[in-house]
């Protein structure tokens, strides 16, 4: 029974390595596409030129490259030549190609148009990744407004309605979506409205700075500050843009630890005169006081003496 096991296993792999050597065998080409329009900008009607260009980044020959399906917008008339009937192309190989049409009255509307589409070859494709490519046709010219509101919200998906709470004094600033271009400012109201004046029609980015004690909830995540927004000429004056801001605890001042204050010294009361005499002191001079004092009390003695010698002398003469 063993042999016959071993025997049917060997049959079996046998069997299946042809399999897997044919598929090892037929590899995939590997188409990779790129294209730029001949401008920077358009005008309404005007005719544009995109040029392809296709790559076999395989070893493997690709057969009938062609496109096979896409999409565009504020353009009439794309011819895709080559790209429809197909060609076929070598192992390692690129080749250009252009395809031509013209933008409308909506790429002016909204400052811009697009054509994007996907390549293949008939032999398959061994990678989708980067096969597929769009280009954008920027057509200048047109203007318009653009409102919207900064409302009350817990989280960036709140949803807005007319008795919505808004959030005033909130900046807006409307710039390039590089920022190297300030288009508007404007602030919103008591209800959070605001509403931009005369913004090229196209891709804006849009700032909200909020006043102390909101945080804005912008972006994808609600983690900005900022967002795009397309601007568009049309006659409408609806609000567009809706930005939730949430009430937050106002940061407090930070206070620096006290420091006591050096005690001042206490003052040392002047030192008491020799003197005990509660009435005023002798001025003090550069004169000898004493020796004047001296001479003086011996005049005052000498007189003395002198009127009681004389008190004598005329008492023995009346006698």
């Known amino acids: 029974m063993r042999k016959l096991a071993a025997a049917a296993l060997v049959g079996a792999l046998v069997a299946v390595l042809p399999a897997t050597a044919a598929l090892a065998a037929d590899p995939k080409p590997d188409i990779a596409v790129t294209s730029a329009a001949d401008k ?15 790559k076999n980044k395989s ?3 690709a057969k009938r490259v062609h496109y096979t399906g896409g999409d565009s917008e504020g353009v009439d008339g794309v011819v895709y030549g080559e790209l429809s009937t197909g060609f076929d192309l ?5 080749k250009t190609v252009v395809l031509t049409g013209k933008t409308n009255h909506v790429a002016w509307q909204t400052g811009r148009g697009y054509v994007g589409f996907e390549l293949a070859a008939d032999n398959g494709e061994a990678n989708d990744a980067d096969n597929i490519t769009i280009v954008r046709l920027l057509v200048a010219g047109a203007f318009d407004d653009l409102g919207g509101y900064v409302f009350q919200g817990e989280s960036y998906d709140a949803d807005w309605t007319p008795q919505t709470p808004g959030v005033p004094d909130v900046k807006v600033v409307a710039t390039s979506v590089d920022g190297k271009t300030t288009y508007a400012e404007a602030s919103t109201d008591a209800k959070g409205l605001f509403r931009l004046a005369h913004l090229p029609a196209g891709d804006v980015l849009l700032t909200f700075t909020a006043p102390a004690g909101w945080k804005i909830m912008a972006g994808e995540n609600g983690e900005d500050d900022h967002t795009l ?32 204050p050096t005690p001042s010294p206490t003052p040392t009361p002047p030192t008491p005169s020799a003197s005990t005499s509660a009435g005023p002191g002798l001025p003090i001079t550069g004169d000898n006081t004493m020796l004047l004092v001296g001479a003086a009390a011996v005049a005052v003695a000498v007189g003395t003496l002198l009127v009681l010698v004389a008190r004598r002398r005329r008492v023995r003469l009346q006698a």
Do not use: C, M
């Not at 070598?90 to 690129?94: C, E, K, L, R, Y």
């Not at 601007?231 to 620096?256: G, M, N, W, Y």
């Open 40 to 54: 920077a900008n358009y005008a309404e009607g005007e005719t544009f030129t995109i040029t392809v260009t296709v």
């Open 90 to 94: 070598a192992a390692g190989a690129t």
């Open 229 to 260: 927004a397309q601007v568009t000429a049309d006659d409408s004056d609806e609000p567009r843009i809706f930005v939730a801001a949430k009430k937050v605890a106002l940061s407090s001042p930070t206070v620096s630890p006290s420091v006591s």
């Open 59 to 61: 070893s493997v020959d």
